[in-house]
């Protein structure tokens, strides 16, 4: 039998220590030596080389896993959730890598220990804690774009007391592709981070912790407004301050019984101004959690935990101007190795929510190894994403481009209200009510295996597929009178996503390591898909109309059917370099409809496969002090029209100096 011990950190994948290889999930974790070799500063820059990861560009930088949106994917730092997204995305852009011990990134639903948005994965940052009585890094990079990265930070353990402290600031002047355009493609700005976390330990099984971040961009630009005459520039200037704040304590009793209480608030503000006026957004959330793990007999470990969050906002495009919604869930995971060789980790979260039905998410895993080279693993599970407050309260109408956009909450009285006025010429569809708009949820399961040739070879191979159903999606509801439409939000499709990801790792010598992970990726809107077969889907074809085949339909749009990266590092240990050679390769993915049928299935609709190449050189000087030096995009790929994001090669170089 395999007997627990209790954990004395937490992770991500099942909420308790385990070691990576055990854990019954799929589950990587990229640690802070690798995080430096590659020279990056961002998460986003970070993720983007992950095998099986994109960074799709949509309302800023979002992250999609298993070919589902950044809207299913958890972000966390230190297990707290960070708020204040876009359209559904969350900036990774926003994120600095600067101060982290490791990015721990698990793949598969999460709601069964974290709730909403882990439906299809969570990214939770690390940040340091150390064990020595005292250490300080000073970091200077400068890039192409006049792109500068400065950060200072300092830990330190003495007693009872360790902490943290870190300050960075990311600037650049940004970039224009578009030169005939007004505005830049990117704008400069100015970012500020600044965090600090403290832990007391009055006695052996007492822990008292507490931490704290702000953050804030400022960024100008102009954009163009358009007249019949022409268009001119009007300024713009963007501001977004973001805090957060977390304090909690941990009481062992023995070695069977330990209890964690901890407590979280946050706010994001964002506002833009313009000659024309000002938009503001501003979000505020708290939560409130207590957790308990339990030894049980010698094999079985019980983690049970329940809190409350409430959650604000208030904006300018929000019905009333300000909408809250309050949630509470309970949650329990049970832990068993019934022999050395099995381990079975089974897990449940019940959320109940003011605004949407009340939602079960359960989860089992299974971790198989039949011997010290080889691990098994499977698991099936639901998960779930809440409405957001803009498809429940959203109240925007744009006259310039000619539509109204209503959150379902109060879609009826706003439609009722119109047609008794006479501004409506016609309803075309039922927008879902304040009640019945559901969370979407989704079936998934993840099967795959480990194997370990020799201790110098590591093969990890998984097949996922994830089902979504209640797809919440933007439905034309009715036609005003002036002409423009009024469109609202409904649980509609059901989606389809499953693939097979591949990882080799080789270390052919002494400080040489290579690796290589692919992905192929199957999507697909099961509705459509019944549509186009059933021979109800048209395209418009030299001039005639014909029913478009089930081979030309493409899938979800933004998504690649073939994904690789590679990481080649080679580190001399005499001399004290390191290089790293990094390489993603996507294949051509669906950008947008071009013939009106809006569906993908037409070679037009595609971006082209592309390669990006990424080099970086580090050389310690003395113990204290190294130099970094690398490029970016190494070949220039650029595609301004259909990839604005990509600014093309950039340069950089960085001085670190340490003091342990």
Request: cysteine-free.
């Amino acid at each position: 039998m395999l007997s627990f011990e209790m954990p004395a950190v937490v992770v991500t994948a099942t909420r308790g220590a385990r070691q990576l290889r055990d854990v019954p999930v799929p589950t990587e974790v990229v640690l802070e030596d690798e995080i430096r070799a590659r020279g990056v500063v961002r998460l986003t820059d970070l993720l983007t080389e992950q095998a099986g990861l994109a960074v799709v560009h949509e309302f800023g930088a979002g992250l999609q896993m298993q070919g589902l949106n950044s809207d299913y994917v958890l972000i966390l730092i230190d297990g707290e959730p960070v708020i204040g997204r876009s359209g559904g995305t969350l900036d990774l852009e926003r994120l600095t890598i600067r101060g982290l011990d490791r990015v721990e990134i698990v793949r598969g639903p999460s709601s069964s220990l974290y709730g909403s948005d882990a439906l299809a994965g969570v990214v939770n940052l690390i940040t340091k804690s150390s064990s020595r009585p005292f250490a300080a890094n000073a970091n200077l990079r400068y890039e192409t774009n006049a792109t500068a990265d400065l950060s200072l930070s300092s830990d330190f353990s003495s007693g009872m007391l360790s902490g943290n402290v870190l300050f960075n600031r990311y600037s650049s002047s940004g970039y224009d592709l578009f030169e005939d355009r007004i505005g830049k493609t990117v704008p400069g700005f100015v970012d500020y981070t600044i965090s600090s976390g403290l832990r007391l330990a009055p006695t052996e099984l007492t822990g008292l912790r507490a931490s704290g971040r702000y953050v804030r961009l400022d960024q100008t630009d102009e954009i163009g407004l358009s007249f019949n005459t022409g268009s001119a520039p009007i300024a713009s200037i963007g501001e977004r301050e973001e805090w957060g704040f977390s304090a909690g304590i941990d009481q062992r009793i023995g070695h069977r019984l330990r209890f964690d209480l901890s407590s979280y608030v946050s706010r994001f503000t964002s506002t833009t101004s313009l000659e024309l006026g000002d938009s503001r957004f501003d979000q505020r959330y708290g939560e409130l959690e207590i957790k308990t793990d339990a030894v049980v007999g010698v094999t079985h470990l019980v983690t049970v935990g329940a809190g409350v969050s409430r959650e604000a906002v208030e904006a300018d495009r929000v019905i009333e101007g300000s909408q809250t919604a309050s949630a509470g869930f309970v949650y329990a995971q049970h832990q068993w190795n019934p022999m050395r060789v099995l381990d079975l980790v089974s897990s449940a979260r019940l959320d109940g929510h003011s605004d949407y039905q009340s939602r079960v998410s359960p989860k089992l895993s299974v971790l198989y190894k039949p011997s010290s080279r080889v691990r098994l693993r499977g698991s099936i599970g639901s998960g779930f994403r809440a409405p957001s407050f803009q498809q429940r309260y959203l109240d925007f109408r744009n006259p310039i481009g000619g539509y109204q956009v209503i959150g379902a909450a109060g879609a009826d009285a706003l439609l009722e209200s119109l047609l008794e006025a006479g501004e409506i010429t016609r309803l075309i569809g039922k927008a879902a009510s304040g009640e019945a708009l559901k969370a979407e949820h989704s079936w998934s399961f993840n099967v795959g295996a480990d194997w370990y040739p020799s201790s110098r070879v590591e093969i990890r191979a998984n097949v996922f597929h994830n089902q979504i159903y209640d797809l919440i999606e933007t439905q034309l509801v009715a036609e005003r009178t002036d002409g423009q439409q009024v469109f609202s939000y409904a649980n509609l499709d059901r989606i389809r996503t499953r693939g097979v990801e591949l990882n080799v790792g080789i270390e052919p010598a002494d400080g040489l390591s290579l690796q290589v992970g692919y992905q192929f990726l199957d999507t697909a809107d099961l509705d459509v898909l019944e549509a186009v077969a059933n021979g109800s889907v048209f395209k418009r074809e030299n001039g005639r109309d014909r029913r478009v085949r089930k081979d030309e339909y493409g899938g979800l749009f933004q998504r690649s059917r073939h994904s690789v990266t590679g990481h080649l590092r080679y580190r001399v240990q005499p001399i004290g370099l390191t290089a790293s050679v990094r390489g993603v390769y996507r294949s051509r993915y669906g950008l947008f409809d071009r013939n009106g049928n809006l569906i993908l299935d037409d070679d037009s609709e595609y971006v082209p496969g592309f390669v990006l190449w990424n080099v970086t050189f580090t050389k310690s000087v003395t113990p204290r002090a190294s130099v970094q030096a690398g490029v970016r995009n190494l070949f220039n790929h650029t595609d301004r029209d259909l990839i604005p994001s990509l600014p093309g090669r950039l340069i950089f170089g960085g001085l670190e100096i340490s003091i342990n």
